[in-house]
């Protein structure tokens, strides 16, 4: 006998809704966790701090409204970190006691510690002491997460120089800020700072950034974090950092040097793999600390499971809480349909980017054919009253079957937004039901039939041609 049917490794998006699930499924589960990261990484010093940051930033520097009330508007004069933080730890106080009462509720044994393998059914949990417990489970489900990834040449000291972990705990708002990487994460808190008055400077070392994106989406994102007086330095790569009494200077390999106030490293995340002793389970990570699964997430070992970032890609809260359900439901024999093939992508900057399905460059590469269909929110009603004249979304559409090939959206709303495209192409609806749909007026969803209408009208003006 076994003290659980399921174990799980880590209470984050993935681990809480696999334990979650295996409960309801009957199943006897625990969840193993470190004391004070209920909720893990997301809710602590991921997603849920950084996306409450951004609404603090939006609504104390008064951004959206200064299309209606002028560029010189503003709710706070001198916003300082507390400032942010109050609304930060609010929300995650909230989170966590919702994250609590789920587990009580579906009768989740929560052991508090950090878990190791012993063998491939017993995890070895030490606590804040040092003290060991021993739990055996039928099945285990690893959802560890990742922590940002670190370059040794680089010396972090939490103030000064520090990664995406480290935003939260800053004493106050930086005059001037590099930021290491043009990835998501840097990206967000580039454009968040920037809109707090912070002079940034981004630093990539690839041509472009975000380029899994549509790229006039990209380019759009780019043109307005310019507005803020965002630098770019694409093409370069820092070589050095040098810590400094009134800051930091760093010496790219170009020899251009640039010096802020604090320099954020956005180099990419590491999983958490290293500390669980994988090897006695008969499993393995590779240099990122990532565990291969297959299609149901199973790893090597067939009773083993993982998910969520520590399997690598997408590496997003809501695919992991998707992984988490699946692999349980896996792991206790329960048939359940494959993850989705439509996934979106949410990008937190200011303003906001979110797509789902396929881009023009991929669609070009793959040579299928498409037409584009473009709404700007500056011709909609609701865009004018929220003062958003920059935002836009774009339908890509095939011309063969008039069915949704990719939805992209920028501004306002766009990860809300998306999910009506993403039900659309869920159905394998075509445009003709978005030119048909009656959208309450005024909205942005209305931009979903305005942009149907132009790619049908661009599809009708080729076929009269071809007549």
Avoid: W
């Amino acid at each position: 006998m076994y003290d659980f049917d399921v174990l799980v490794l880590g209470s984050g998006p993935g681990g809480q809704k696999a334990a979650i699930a295996a409960a309801k499924l009957d199943r006897r589960v625990a969840i193993v966790e470190r004391r004070n990261m209920i909720g893990g990484v997301c809710i602590n010093t991921g997603t849920i701090p950084s996306k409450t940051l951004r609404e603090a930033v939006l609504y104390l520097t008064g951004l959206n409204q200064r299309e209606m009330y002028g560029q010189s508007y503003r709710l706070k004069d001198d916003i300082t970190v507390a400032d942010l933080a109050a609304r930060t730890q609010h929300v995650i106080g909230r989170e966590i006691d919702v994250i609590r009462s789920q587990l009580a509720r579906n009768r989740v044994h929560v052991i508090t510690g950090t878990g190791r393998f012993e063998d491939p059914h017993t995890i070895a949990v030490a606590d804040d002491n040092g003290r060991e417990l021993k739990v055996t489970a039928e099945k285990i489900v690893i959802a560890t997460g990742t922590r940002p990834a670190r370059p040794e040449s680089v010396d972090f000291d939490d103030c000064t120089i520090i990664d995406s972990d480290g935003i939260v705990h800053l004493e106050h708002v930086p005059r001037s800020m590099l930021v290491v990487g043009a990835g998501v994460i840097g990206i967000e808190y580039a454009s968040m700072f920037a809109a707090l008055g912070t002079k940034v400077t981004v630093v990539e070392r690839r041509e472009r950034m975000l380029d899994f994106c549509d790229l006039e989406i990209v380019e759009a994102l780019k043109y307005h974090l310019r507005d803020l007086a965002v630098t770019f330095r694409f093409g370069e790569t820092v070589a050095s950092v040098q810590r400094h009494a009134r800051g930091a200077l760093a010496v790219l390999e170009s020899g251009k040097r640039i010096a802020a106030d604090t320099v954020m490293y956005s180099a990419g995340r590491q999983g958490m793999a290293e500390q669980l002793e994988l090897d006695r389970a008969g499993l393995s990570a590779d240099g990122r600390g990532r565990i291969a699964v297959d299609e149901h997430f199973a790893t090597a070992v067939d009773h083993i499971y993982a998910v969520g970032d520590v399997i690598g890609f997408p590496a997003l809260a809501s695919t992991s809480m998707e992984q988490g359900r699946l692999a349980a439901h896996h792991a206790c024999g329960e048939p359940v349909r494959a993850l989705g093939r439509l996934q979106p992508i949410g990008i937190y900057s200011i303003p906001e980017i979110s797509f789902v399905g396929r881009t023009e460059d991929e669609l070009t590469e793959a040579r299928v054919p498409f037409e584009v269909g473009v709404s700007r929110y500056r011709e909609l009603a609701r865009g004018q009253i929220i003062g958003d004249s920059y935002g836009m979304l774009k339908l890509l559409v095939s011309p063969e079957d008039r069915t949704l090939l990719g939805v992209h959206v920028f501004g306002t709303g766009a990860t809300e937004l998306v999910h009506i495209g993403q039900t659309v192409m869920g159905c394998d609806g075509a445009v003709d039901y978005l030119v048909d749909a009656v959208f309450n007026y005024p909205t942005l969803a209305e931009s979903y039939k305005v942009a149907a209408l132009d790619a049908m009208n661009k599809m009708r003006n080729i076929d009269r041609l071809g007549d």
